[in-house]
C-alpha cells in the first residue's frame, strides 16, 4: 500500500525531480504513521506514439498517475475525506505536472486490505489495536518488525478455495 | 475517465490503426456526452517472451485490455446495462483483435469518481444536476471550463488523513 | 481472469524461470477448475531508475505484484478464504523473490464478473449451475468451446448507455 504507477513522456523527469517527488508522495503517508517502505512508486515512460489523449495523438505532454490505496480504505460515505486526500495529493504533485508543462490527471483505487501480502507477511494494516500498534512500530522502524507479530490463523480447509 | 490499457505484442498496431483504434474507443464515450479529453489510451508493447497466456509462453498472438472506468460506475445489479457496455466495447475491438488473427480479452473495473482529479480539479462527473450541465459544457468545448466551475468544499480538518 | 502484472527488475528472471513461475501461478486456478486460458502472466520489467521503494531508489531488489481476480470475487466477510488465498500464492512466488534475495509484495483486487470478455464472449463464470458445468468444459479442453454456450441476452436499450 499504496503502489503509485506515473505513466509521463520519456525523460519528462531528472532522477532528481524523481527522488524529489517520490519523496514528496512518501512523506504524505509517513505522515499518517503509515510505514514508508509500504509506499511504491513506478514511473512507467510511454512513448508518444502510444500515448492517446482524448482521441489525440502522439502525446508528450500528459502525465497519467494511478495509485492504488491498500492499508487504508475510504467508505462511499467519506466523501470530505476523499476531497482532502485528492487535494492534498495533487498539491504535492503539480510542482511536477503544471509546473513542467504538463497536463495530467489522477486517479485512486481501493482495493481490499486483506489481499496484500508484504515480504511472505499480511502487513498489520489497522484491523486490530493491537495491529495498530505494531503498525507505528514498522512505521517507526521502516522495516518488517517481528516481535509482537503473531501469523493471522487460516482455516486449512479454506487453502484450496479461490 | 476512461483509462484503456492495451497490452500487445510489439509492432501489432501502425500509426494509423492505432488512431482508428483510440478514435472508435473515444467515439463510445463522447457518444454518451463525455469529454473526449478524459479518455486516455495507452499503448503497451509487451515483449513476446514477457507474455504467458493459460501457462504457455512466449505469446504473440495475444491482446489483454484493461479498462477503467472513473466518471460513470455501474450499480452490483445493472447487469443488462454491463452487458450491453462490454457487447458495444467488444464490437468496437474486434477488427483490431480477432481481426488482426489476435485472441483476446477485456475487463472493465469501476473505479471511485471522488477520487479523481483533471487538471487539478475535480471533475463534474455528474453528482448533482449543474454538474451534469457543466460536463456537457466540458464536452462541447472538449476541455477544462473554468467558468460556472465552483471548487467543492473541502472540510480542512480532513486534510491531514488518509 | 485472472491477471498478474509482475514489476521486476529487468533480467531478474531466465526464459525457464518465468516458465516455472507461470506454470505455478497458473497451477492454482486450474486446480479450481477454472480454464488455464483464462490465466494471464505479464512480466513488467522496471528500471532500477524508475523503481521506488519506501522513498528509496533505484531499487533494484524488489518485485510488485499486482493480480486482478475476474471470475471469482470474495466478499468483505470472506476473511478465511482470503488468507487462504494469500497464504497458497506467497507459498508459490518465495521461491521466486525471497529465494531470488528480493523484497516483494502482493496484492489481489475484486473485480466484476460481467464486464469481462475473452475472445469476444462472456465467460461462463459460474452465474449458473449451466455455466459451472461449461466453464468445466472449457477448463477440460482448455479453450473456448461453443456447444452448449448461449449468448446471454442484452436488451437493446440499454447499449446506447455507459
Excluded at 31 to 37: C, M, Q
Excluded at 98 to 123: A, F, I, Q, Y
Aim: hydrophobic share 40%.
Amino acid at each position: 500500500m499504496p503502489l503509485h504507477l506515473i505513466y509521463h513522456p520519456p525523460g519528462l523527469y531528472s532522477a532528481s525531480e524523481k527522488q524529489a517527488l517520490v519523496d514528496d508522495i512518501t512523506g504524505i503517508y509517513t505522515a499518517a504513521s503509515l510505514p514508508a517502505f509500504w509506499v511504491v512508486v513506478i514511473f512507467r515512460p510511454v512513448a508518444a506514439s502510444d500515448f492517446f489523449v482524448g482521441g489525440r495523438g502522439p502525446q508528450s505532454n500528459f502525465v497519467r498517475i494511478v495509485v492504488q490505496h491498500i492499508a487504508r480504505n475510504y467508505k462511499p460515505d467519506e466523501v470530505a475525506k476523499m476531497r482532502g486526500f485528492m487535494q492534498k495529493y495533487n498539491d504535492v504533485i503539480e510542482p511536477y505536472t503544471k509546473g513542467k508543462g504538463m497536463h495530467w490527471e489522477v486517479n485512486v483505487d481501493n482495493l481490499p486490505s486483506e489481499l496484500w501480502v508484504v515480504d511472505g507477511l499480511r502487513p498489520p494494516f489497522g484491523a486490530t489495536e493491537e495491529e495498530e500498534r505494531l503498525r507505528r512500530v514498522w512505521a517507526e522502524k521502516n522495516e518488517v518488525v517481528l516481535e509482537g507479530y503473531s501469523v493471522p490463523p487460516i482455516e486449512q480447509t479454506e487453502q484450496s478455495k479461490i
